[in-house]
């Protein structure tokens, strides 16, 4: 298996750029690659759990959780909605972690947020489910 230093002085004999700073910086990018999907995956326990109390459906958590999935439409009939639905879910992640190793006090706040989050979040859900259920393209029996 080649070293990472040969794998670079290929990649800069084949690369349109001739310059060292573009290959670090696209080295320091494709580096951090790893990072990012570990980071993306940290979620999917936690959003789990969302599922397990009823907050949002079980198959919602793999395209909200996925890398690549949640920035698709992933079955809504619109894209944009789905992609608030991820915002939404990320954020009562990020403060599910943040809540840990916390005082009392203050993880009763965040306790707060993360109901307010998974009230929007299911109302979010709701109004997708019943938009699909409606539209004219399940009416054609």
Do not use: C
């Not at 958590?61 to 690549?68: D, E, G, L, Q």
């Amino acid at each position: 298996m080649p070293s990472i230093a040969e794998l670079r002085e290929r990649a800069l004999a084949d690369s349109p750029f001739d310059d060292e700073k573009t290959a670090g910086i696209l080295e320091d990018h494709f580096a951090a690659v790893p990072r990012r999907i570990a980071f993306a995956l940290e979620r999917w326990p936690e959003l789990a759990h969302e599922a397990a109390i009823g907050v949002i459906d079980a198959d919602e958590v793999r395209t909200t959780a996925h890398p690549i999935l949640r920035f698709t439409r992933a079955g809504w009939s619109d894209a944009a909605a789905h992609r608030e639905f991820v915002r939404l879910a990320n954020r009562i992640a990020l403060r599910k972690r943040q809540q840990r190793n916390r005082p009392d006090d203050t993880a009763r706040l965040y306790q707060l947020e993360i109901i307010k989050l998974r009230m929007q979040l299911k109302e979010m859900a709701n109004i997708e489910r019943h938009t699909s259920e409606g539209s004219p393209s399940s009416n054609h029996e």
